[in-house]
């Protein structure tokens, strides 16, 4: 992949708090121009120091990262960021069109943006009013706006559907993916795995700080398998074994899980049938993103 | 930067605290310059009672300069709190930072329009005091004599660089400690009670009493002794009473000047380097 491809790039970034705190540890991240990229973690993983840290709001403590670029916090790297980072902050005291003024004009963005986000958002009618009379849904897409007030080439956006209604939270997916189309970049995270797996080009998992998954939510999930119920479950298996389609089988849930194409179902199904084994269940199967993000943040518990 | 300093002149400008405070202390800097030294004048009692010449417009610079180096300083220090402790407490210095100015852009912005609005808390408080003198001046029938427009364009500068330093105090507390209560809190028990009682054991212990003379009191006062303000009143000007010790004026001014560079200097500091949680 050429360089110039990359929009995020981390080199071992580091965050400590002192002796015993590792919030980020040796964090390699790439980010690909024009990709939604999904970033997933469980609470305390790092996600938002990450974010942070990206945006030159906290330094490292040690490794390198580059945005656009440019040094993190630098003038030239923010020029072409937009960030929502955990819940959006915004003065109280100021309508919502005139906190996105106070952004364009510290952004240097011409004031006729401030109308024009207020419109991708939906909230053009409510721009006069004082945020503090805003509902949770709404300082949300207020902040997302404020995001979008330079039409940035990177959007990081943190858990940007929180407190949302379920179709405010639908209209915000499709927005998103329209976002991430032509060219611009979308960082994206989130603990909602379906929100993810609807939106995201490429998933990255982190866990105690360090990346420990990354692919497309396709490659994360794995091959198809095959799920079969059948009796007597034992015979099943051990023909299952021996047939060349077939390249594992494990003893699963009561069930066997057959690691094969699930184009040779109807082979499988036949050879079983043919060995006299009944056959009640034969369907392909899948892990789902959850299943798959679970595995992967929890394992090292699980060792322990 | 200029599209930075609107911004911050925005923010500000439709902030009630902004407009409370420059209401409270026009009313109370007229109240306590005019409005009860006019009644004591009138009840015979007071302060080695009050004398209608004190009251009239000749004396405008210093009645009213006379409030300026702590009663305004402290309303100066809340303002200086809230332009940026707010901030903390908002998270707004979260989304100012991720725009595309610098981390000390935004802090020269906020310290342009933070220094445009103390113009008006200058001006509000000559104006009000002219007008009290005046009219206390024509009901005494007495002859209206003003200072001269040097002494008041002094005046007006030397109060608008009073409030500017205890601003500044304020900016660095409130960055210090990342929000306005404790900021707040600290920056009133300094300007009450740590000068003061320091001031009052001077007189005991030696060694306290150089360390005075570079109070932000002493000065401030120091610097507007120059202009008028009575020194007599001054002593007996209730929590922010001062009986010296004064410094000469060009002392004076330059100490301040050096505390208003020092607190910046380390509240810029301090803003670049810590992280923006």
Same mark, same amino acid.
């Given at each position: 992949?050429?360089?110039?491809?990359?929009?995020?790039?981390?080199?071992?970034?580091?965050?400590? %708090?002192?002796?015993?705190?590792?919030?980020?540890?040796?964090?390699?991240?790439?980010?690909?121009?024009?990709?939604?990229?999904?970033?997933?973690?469980?609470?305390?993983?790092?996600?938002?120091?990450?974010?942070?840290? /990206?945006?030159?709001?906290?330094?490292?403590?040690?490794?390198?990262?580059?945005?656009?670029?440019?040094?993190?916090?630098?003038?030239?790297?923010?020029?072409?960021?937009?960030?929502?980072?955990?819940?959006?902050?915004?003065?109280?005291?100021?309508?919502?069109?005139?906190?996105?003024?106070?952004?364009?004009?510290?952004?240097?963005?011409?004031?006729?943006?401030?109308?024009?986000?207020?419109?991708?958002?939906?909230?053009?009618?409510?721009?006069?009013?004082?945020?503090?009379? %805003?509902?949770?849904?709404?300082?949300?897409?207020?902040?997302?706006?404020?995001?979008?007030?330079?039409?940035?080439?990177?959007?990081?956006?943190?858990?940007?559907?929180?407190?949302?209604?379920?179709?405010?939270?639908?209209?915000? $997916?499709?927005?998103?993916?329209?976002?991430?189309?032509?060219?611009?970049?979308?960082?994206?995270?989130?603990?909602?795995?379906?929100?993810?797996?609807?939106?995201?080009?490429?998933?990255?998992?982190?866990?105690?700080?360090? /990346?420990?998954?990354?692919?497309?939510?396709?490659?994360? $999930?794995?091959?198809?398998?095959?799920?079969?119920?059948?009796?007597?479950?034992?015979?099943?298996?051990?023909?299952?074994?021996?047939?060349?389609?077939?390249?594992?089988?494990?003893?699963?849930?009561?069930?066997?899980?057959?690691?094969?194409?699930?184009?040779?179902?109807?082979?499988?199904?036949?050879?079983?049938?043919?060995?006299?084994?009944?056959?009640?269940?034969?369907?392909?199967?899948?892990?789902?993103?959850?299943?798959?993000?679970?595995?992967?943040?929890?394992?090292?518990?699980?060792?322990? | 930067?200029?599209?930075?300093?609107?911004?911050?002149?925005?923010?500000?400008?439709?902030?009630?605290?902004?407009?409370?405070?420059?209401?409270?202390?026009?009313?109370?800097?007229?109240?306590?310059?005019?409005?009860?030294?006019?009644?004591?004048?009138?009840?015979?009692?007071?302060?080695?009672?009050?004398?209608?010449?004190?009251?009239?417009?000749?004396?405008?610079?210093?009645?009213?300069?006379?409030?300026?180096?702590?009663?305004?300083?402290?309303?100066?220090?809340?303002?200086?709190?809230?332009?940026?402790?707010?901030?903390?407490?908002?998270?707004?210095?979260?989304?100012?930072?991720?725009?595309?100015?610098?981390?000390?852009?935004?802090?020269?912005?906020?310290?342009?329009?933070?220094?445009?609005?103390?113009?008006?808390?200058?001006?509000?408080?000559?104006?009000?005091?002219?007008?009290?003198?005046?009219?206390?001046?024509?009901?005494?029938?007495?002859?209206?004599?003003?200072?001269?427009?040097?002494?008041?364009?002094?005046?007006?500068?030397?109060?608008?660089?009073?409030?500017?330093?205890?601003?500044?105090?304020?900016?660095?507390?409130?960055?210090?400690?990342?929000?306005?209560? /404790?900021?707040?809190?600290?920056?009133?028990?300094?300007?009450?009670?740590?000068?003061?009682?320091?001031?009052?054991?001077?007189?005991?212990?030696?060694?306290?009493?150089?360390?005075?003379?570079?109070?932000?009191?002493?000065?401030?006062?120091?610097?507007?002794?120059?202009?008028?303000?009575?020194?007599?009143?001054?002593?007996?000007?209730?929590?922010?009473?001062?009986?010296?010790?004064?410094?000469?004026?060009?002392?004076?001014?330059?100490? /301040?000047?050096?505390?208003?560079?020092?607190?910046?200097?380390?509240?810029?500091?301090?803003?670049?380097?810590?992280?923006?949680?």
């Amino acid at each position: 992949m050429n360089k110039s491809d990359l929009v995020i790039e981390t080199t071992e970034l580091t965050k400590r %708090y002192g002796e015993r705190v590792v919030a980020v540890d040796g964090l390699n991240l790439r980010v690909r121009r024009g990709e939604v990229y999904g970033f997933l973690g469980p609470n305390g993983a790092g996600k938002t120091t990450t974010l942070r840290m /990206l945006l030159g709001l906290v330094r490292p403590t040690s490794g390198s990262a580059l945005v656009l670029g440019a040094t993190p916090g630098s003038p030239a790297g923010l020029a072409g960021i937009g960030a929502l980072v955990e819940t959006p902050s915004l003065y109280p005291f100021l309508s919502g069109r005139d906190n996105l003024g106070v952004l364009a004009r510290h952004a240097g963005v011409p004031a006729a943006r401030v109308e024009v986000v207020l419109e991708e958002v939906e909230l053009t009618e409510w721009a006069a009013d004082r945020v503090s009379t %805003y509902s949770l849904g709404m300082k949300q897409r207020l902040g997302v706006a404020a995001a979008l007030i330079k039409d940035p080439q990177l959007l990081i956006l943190d858990e940007p559907t929180n407190g949302m209604d379920p179709a405010g939270m639908a209209e915000m $997916r499709t927005f998103i993916r329209v976002l991430g189309r032509g060219g611009r970049t979308v960082l994206l995270s989130s603990h909602l795995m379906t929100e993810v797996e609807q939106i995201c080009d490429r998933v990255g998992v982190i866990r105690a700080g360090r /990346l420990v998954g990354e692919g497309t939510v396709h490659e994360l $999930r794995g091959r198809e398998s095959l799920r079969v119920r059948a009796q007597p479950l034992d015979a099943a298996e051990r023909l299952l074994a021996t047939l060349p389609e077939v390249e594992d089988v494990a003893a699963v849930d009561g069930g066997l899980r057959v690691t094969a194409d699930p184009a040779v179902a109807a082979a499988i199904n036949q050879a079983l049938v043919q060995a006299g084994i009944a056959v009640s269940e034969l369907r392909p199967e899948q892990a789902s993103l959850e299943e798959v993000f679970l595995e992967l943040t929890q394992s090292e518990k699980e060792a322990a | 930067m200029t599209t930075s300093v609107a911004a911050e002149l925005l923010v500000v400008r439709k902030r009630s605290s902004t407009w409370i405070l420059l209401g409270i202390w026009s009313v109370l800097a007229v109240l306590f310059a005019y409005v009860i030294p006019y009644v004591e004048y009138l009840n015979g009692s007071g302060p080695g009672n009050r004398s209608l010449e004190d009251l009239l417009p000749d004396r405008l610079v210093g009645n009213l300069l006379a409030g300026f180096p702590f009663f305004g300083g402290v309303f100066a220090l809340m303002l200086g709190v809230l332009a940026l402790g707010s901030e903390y407490g908002w998270g707004t210095l979260k989304t100012l930072f991720s725009q595309r100015p610098g981390r000390l852009q935004v802090f020269g912005a906020k310290l342009i329009a933070l220094g445009l609005v103390l113009v008006p808390f200058v001006f509000t408080a000559f104006a009000l005091g002219a007008g009290a003198s005046y009219a206390i001046a024509v009901r005494e029938g007495a002859d209206v004599a003003w200072p001269s427009a040097s002494l008041i364009l002094r005046a007006l500068g030397a109060g608008w660089f009073l409030l500017a330093v205890w601003a500044t105090f304020g900016i660095l507390l409130g960055v210090a400690s990342r929000g306005t209560s /404790l900021a707040i809190g600290v920056g009133i028990l300094y300007a009450l009670v740590i000068e003061g009682l320091i001031s009052a054991f001077a007189d005991s212990v030696s060694f306290l009493e150089p360390l005075t003379k570079f109070f932000l009191r002493a000065n401030g006062y120091s610097l507007v002794k120059g202009l008028g303000v009575s020194t007599v009143d001054v002593a007996g000007n209730g929590p922010g009473a001062f009986s010296g010790p004064y410094v000469g004026s060009a002392q004076a001014l330059i100490v /301040l000047a050096l505390y208003a560079l020092g607190f910046l200097l380390v509240s810029g500091f301090l803003l670049r380097r810590r992280d923006v949680a």
